[in-house]
């Protein structure tokens, strides 16, 4: 299993619906087992991360309000690569740092669309 990332807007009567990924994007988030040695990780919670933890107990959901928040966590977690690909198989490995590196851009990439249209993320 891996995980996804998603844009999604609330309608009219409350339903959240997720929106297309457009060329050029991706929504790939992790594989499944990242919920716990990655985003979930004691590296990312020591760094103060609170959105990212959330996939610990299921989905990630970033509210319109909390995109700007998950945007400035993908940042910290950046700016803390090598910590936080540890938690990968591979350890802070080369192809693990660009693994990990590849899957924030696409989260970051994710928070701009929503922020675009007044949306929020879905990491599941």
Same mark, same amino acid.
């Given at each position: ?13 409350? !339903? ?12 790939? /988030? +992790?594989?499944?087992?990242?919920? !716990?040695?990655?985003? +979930?990780?004691? $590296?990312?919670?020591?760094?103060? /991360?609170? #959105? ?7 989905? #990630?959901?970033?509210?319109? %309000?909390?995109?700007? *928040?998950?945007?400035? *966590?993908?940042?910290?977690?950046? =700016?803390?690569?090598?910590? @936080?690909?540890?938690?990968?198989? +591979? +350890? $802070? ?8 590196? %590849?899957?924030? $851009?696409? @989260? /970051?990439? /994710?928070?701009?669309?929503?922020? =675009? ?8």
């Amino acid at each position: 299993m891996t995980l996804s990332v998603d844009v999604f807007l609330v309608d009219e009567h409350g !339903e959240s619906q997720v929106q297309d990924v457009p060329g050029g994007s991706s929504d790939m /988030a +992790g594989t499944e087992s990242w919920r !716990e040695s990655v985003w +979930g990780s004691p $590296a990312v919670r020591s760094l103060g /991360a609170r #959105l990212f933890p959330r996939v610990l107990d299921g989905w #990630l959901v970033a509210r319109p %309000d909390e995109v700007v *928040e998950l945007l400035d *966590e993908c940042a910290l977690l950046r =700016a803390n690569l090598v910590l @936080i690909a540890r938690g990968v198989v +591979g +350890g $802070a490995s080369p192809d693990s740092l660009r693994s990990v590196g %590849d899957r924030l $851009a696409n @989260i /970051a990439d /994710a928070c701009h669309r929503a922020l =675009a249209i007044g949306g929020g993320v879905l990491v599941w």
